[in-house]
């Protein structure tokens, strides 16, 4: 069982950035993949970033260049840092994470970008 916990959400100005963090109830380096799907209202939830337990990397086009996710597997914590976040970033971003084909999924945390 794993169990994810996002923080770092917020408003910023468009331009701003900020930093996300999921930190993981037991070990990541046992998951296959984690990654930030994100929903903005009306929408459907749409994946952002993932990372693969070998660090590969894969994004959504509409953040390439703007956004890194990463992990840091001796602290148990998935990160997505975001740069130069544009008003259509604003959603609830989610943390993801897939172990042995079950999926687990944090609670969210809101980032608002005001233009």
């Known amino acids: 069982q794993v169990q994810l916990v996002e923080s770092g959400g917020g408003l910023v100005q468009a331009g701003g950035s900020l930093r996300l963090s999921c930190a993981a109830s037991?070990?990541?380096?046992?998951?296959?993949?984690m990654g930030w799907y994100r929903q903005a209202p009306g929408k459907q939830r749409e994946l952002v970033a993932t990372?693969?337990?070998?660090?590969?990397?894969n994004y959504v086009g509409s953040v390439k260049g703007r956004f890194t996710i990463s992990r840091d597997n001796a602290k148990n914590t998935l990160y997505l840092q975001m740069n130069s976040l544009k008003s259509e970033d604003t959603a609830v971003y989610y943390c993801?994470?897939?172990?042995?084909?079950?999926?687990?999924w944090g609670q969210g945390t809101q980032v608002t970008v005001s233009s």
């Open positions: 993801w994470g897939l172990l042995q084909g079950y999926e687990y």
């Open positions: 037991g070990t990541i380096f046992s998951l296959n993949a």
């Open positions: 990372i693969t337990r070998g660090a590969g990397t």
